[in-house]
């Protein structure tokens, strides 16, 4: 752990999440899988005016989308906020490639709501069990606060 978060580090983490492919289901365009969309209907901000894209009909609607998500990212102020962006099953995932660039306090808060807002945390593809194990060296009063 850092003694202090490395901020654009973790940026370059989430943007990397974000160009990843996104996973169609046999619900899509409805639902898809995606580190920052459970949806291929996507809404942004054009000028002040929301604009509707379906983010699988093309690529330059998807690509408007990544610039759109990456400029956010980009312009976080913190580290929480960057995590709040994150798509709930890809929670521990995020903490999981971030871990390295967080403080002890930071990993420990973000810990507590990933944990929580992970459905299955054991049932994590891209966290083993044996990794989960390793996040029980946090810092145990800011994961208590968070499951009260």
């Not at 810990?111 to 929580?116: I, K, M």
């Not at 459905?119 to 499951?147: H, M, R, S, W």
Request: proline share 3%; with cysteine; glycine share 4%.
């Amino acid at each position: 752990m850092r003694y202090k978060t490395n901020l654009d580090a973790v940026k370059h983490v989430a943007i990397s999440l974000l160009h990843t492919h996104i996973n169609e289901t046999k619900f899509s365009p409805m639902v898809v899988q995606h580190p920052f969309t459970s949806s291929g209907f996507v809404g942004i901000s054009n000028n002040g005016e929301m604009e509707l894209l379906n983010i699988l009909e093309s690529m330059e609607s998807k690509k408007k989308w990544q610039e759109f998500v990456e400029r956010q990212i980009t312009n976080a102020d913190s580290v929480y906020r960057i995590f709040m962006m994150v798509n709930k099953p890809y929670a521990l995932t995020f903490l999981k490639l971030a871990s390295k660039h967080l403080s002890f306090d930071d990993f420990s808060r973000i810990l507590g709501d990933a944990w929580v807002m992970s459905e299955n945390p054991n049932g994590d593809a891209n966290v083993t069990q044996g990794e989960l194990i390793l996040f029980l060296y946090c810092q145990k009063t800011e994961l208590n606060i968070l499951l009260l």
